[in-house]
C-alpha cells in the first residue's frame, strides 16, 4: 500500500514495523458537542483506511479516543476547557455532559457503517499513565513547573516543528507579546494544568490537583495500548501545527522516539465553499441530514467522490447527487443480481485486482468509485457482477451488497405498508400488540382474523411484527 506521509511530505510504500499486526492510533472526538458532518468525514478516512489495510491481509490493532478533559477552547493553552464549558452553560455535570455525547457519537460512526476500533480509550481513565508520561518528560529535562502548570520546553528539542515545518524563530517572536511571563519560550506548551478552582474534572497529581492538556491524553493512550513506536496515526489537517506536532514533541522528550512512522491527515470539509461556522448556521450534524430525507450512508457516499486528501465542498444539491447516485446504483447491483450471463474468472479477478490497487494507492476513493460504477453499467446483467460490487462495499461501506439492499427494501417496503394504512387497522394493530404483551393469545389470533380478512397479514417474528399486504 501506499500512503501519503505527512512526516516526510511524500507519498511511500507502507512497510510495518511488525508485519504480524499493524498499529493504528486515531485522534477521536472531543466529546462536548454533537460531531458535524465536517469531525465525521475525518472518521469516514479513517475507516477507509482500517477497512483496505484488513482488506490486504494484515491483522489490525486500531485504537481511537475519547477526549474527554482538557481539550481547551484554544487547540494551544489559551481559554476555558471545552467539555467545562459545556457543562457550565447547559447547567450540567461534565461527566453527563461526556457521557451523553460519547454514546451519540457512538451512534453517528455506527449509522456510517464506520468499524469501531478495537480499544476506545477516554482519557478521563487514564489519568495515572499520564501522570508517569509528564513525570518522565521532567525527569528527562524537557518539563518544568510554573504556577500554572507544567509545560514542555521545546528549546531542549531541535527537531521541534518537524511534522508541519514550523518556523520556530518566526512564531517565537509573532507570540512573544502575549506571552505568559513564566514560560521559558513563547511556543512552550502546557502538557499537565492546574486547575482552576471551579474546574470540576481534576484529580491529585505531584503537581497539586490539576487536568492533563489534550496533546499529552494522545501520547500516553497511544503508548499504553500500542508502545513507544507504533505504525500509522491519522487525524484531521487541523492537528498538524500543533496537537501532532506536539504529541512528537512529547515522544521525544519521554523516549526519544517518533510515535508514528507514517502520519496521515484528512483535509477538511468546506460547507458551500467556506468554513463551518456556527455564526453562519451551515454547522450540520448527521440529525440535520436526516430531517432534510438524506440517510448518512448519503453522506458517506459524498465523501468517497473526494480524496481524503482535497477539501471537499458540502452542499445540499451534491447531497441530493450523492442520494440519487446511491439510489442507482442499487438498483443497477439489483439488476446484475437477476442476471444470468457468466462472466470469465478473468475479467472478475480483473476488477478485483483493479479495485484493492486504487485503494492501495492512497485511498484513491474517486477512482474506486469509477470502477464499480463500469461495473453496475454493465449492458449484460450477471449474479457474478453483484457479488463483485458487494465485496467492493466491505470497503466502501456505502450498503450496496446484495444482503444489504435486500435489508433496506424490505424496510422500505414496511414503511410504505405502514403509512398507508387506515386508521382502522392501526388501531386493530396496536391492540394486537397490547394482546401479545399480555400474552392473551385468543385475543391475538382474534385480532390477525380481523386483520386477514382486511387483507393484511401479520407474522410474529423476533424483531417484532412484520405486516404485510396479502
Ligand atoms: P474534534 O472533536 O474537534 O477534536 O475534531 C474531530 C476531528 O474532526 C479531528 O480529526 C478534526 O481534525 C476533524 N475536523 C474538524 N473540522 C473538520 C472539517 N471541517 N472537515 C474535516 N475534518 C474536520
Ligand atoms: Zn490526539
Redesign the pocket.
Known amino acids: 500500500m501506499k500512503i501519503y506521509n505527512t512526516l516526510t511530505k511524500t507519498k511511500e510504500e507502507f512497510k510495518p514495523i511488525n508485519e504480524e499486526e499493524v498499529r493504528m492510533y486515531?485522534?477521536?472526538?472531543?466529546?462536548?458537542n454533537y460531531?458535524?458532518?465536517?469531525?465525521?468525514?475525518?472518521?469516514i478516512f479513517m475507516d477507509l483506511l482500517s477497512k483496505t489495510l484488513r482488506a490486504d491481509g494484515y491483522k489490525l490493532k486500531h485504537v481511537m479516543n475519547i477526549?474527554d478533559v482538557g481539550?481547551l477552547t484554544s487547540d494551544a493553552d489559551e481559554g476555558e476547557d471545552?467539555v467545562q464549558k459545556a457543562a457550565r452553560a447547559q447547567n450540567k455535570d461534565p461527566y453527563e455532559i461526556v457521557n451523553f455525547y460519547t454514546e451519540v457519537f457512538l451512534k453517528d460512526i455506527e449509522s456510517l457503517n464506520i468499524r469501531k476500533p478495537d480499544i476506545i480509550s477516554r482519557a478521563t481513565e487514564h489519568i495515572p499513565e499520564m501522570i508517569e508520561y509528564v513525570q518522565k518528560i521532567v525527569e528527562n529535562g524537557y518539563g518544568y513547573e510554573t504556577s500554572t502548570g507544567v509545560y514542555f520546553d521545546i528549546s531542549k528539542l531541535p527537531s521541534y516543528g518537524i511534522l508541519s515545518n514550523k518556523n520556530i524563530e518566526g512564531e517565537q517572536a509573532g507570540a512573544r507579546v502575549a506571552v505568559d511571563k513564566e514560560k521559558r519560550n513563547p511556543l512552550d506548551f502546557a502538557i499537565w494544568i492546574k486547575a482552576p478552582e471551579n474546574h470540576i474534572m481534576k484529580w491529585e497529581s505531584p503537581w497539586g490537583l490539576c487536568f492533563p492538556g489534550w496533546h499529552i491524553e494522545c501520547s500516553a493512550m497511544s503508548k499504553k495500548y500500542l508502545g513507544e513506536q507504533f505504525d500509522i496515526h491519522?487525524?484531521?489537517?487541523?492537528?498538524i501545527p500543533i496537537?501532532h506536532e506536539n504529541e512528537i514533541a512529547q515522544s521525544m522528550g519521554y523516549c526519544g522516539k517518533i510515535p508514528a512512522n507514517y502520519w496521515m491527515?484528512?483535509?477538511?470539509?468546506?460547507?458551500d465553499d467556506g468554513?463551518?461556522s456556527k455564526s453562519l448556521g451551515n454547522v450540520y450534524t448527521l440529525e440535520d441530514l436526516r430531517e432534510r430525507g438524506f440517510s448518512p450512508l448519503d453522506f458517506r457516499y459524498l465523501c468517497l467522490s473526494a480524496s481524503y486528501r482535497n477539501k471537499?465542498n458540502f452542499t445540499f444539491e451534491s447531497l441530493k447527487s450523492a442520494k440519487t447516485g446511491l439510489e442507482r446504483l442499487r438498483n443497477a447491483v439489483e439488476e446484475h443480481e437477476n442476471g444470468t450471463v457468466s462472466v470469465s474468472d478473468e475479467e472478475m479477478t480483473k476488477y478485483k485486482n483493479q479495485f484493492l490497487e486504487v485503494m492501495n494507492d492512497d485511498l484513491d476513493t474517486p477512482k474506486a468509485m469509477n470502477i464499480v460504477w463500469e461495473i453496475a453499467r454493465k449492458v449484460n446483467k450477471s449474479k457474478q457482477y453483484a457479488e463483485l460490487i458487494s465485496e467492493m462495499d466491505e470497503i466502501l461501506g456505502i450498503d450496496i451488497s446484495v444482503e444489504k439492499i435486500a435489508t433496506i427494501r424490505e424496510m422500505e417496503e414496511k414503511i410504505d405498508i405502514l403509512a398507508t394504512l387506515d386508521d382502522e387497522t392501526k388501531q386493530l394493530i396496536q391492540e394486537r400488540e397490547v394482546a401479545r404483551a399480555n400474552k392473551d393469545w385468543a385475543k391475538s389470533d382474534e385480532i390477525r382474523e380481523k386483520l386477514t380478512k382486511k387483507g393484511i397479514s401479520v407474522k410474529d417474528t423476533k424483531e417484532g411484527m412484520e405486516i404485510k399486504r396479502m
Open positions: 486515531s485522534c477521536g472526538p472531543t466529546v462536548y460531531a458535524h458532518i465536517g469531525n465525521l468525514r475525518a472518521y477526549t481539550h471545552k491519522t487525524g484531521g489537517v487541523d492537528h496537537h491527515h484528512c483535509e477538511f470539509l468546506l460547507v468554513k463551518m471537499l
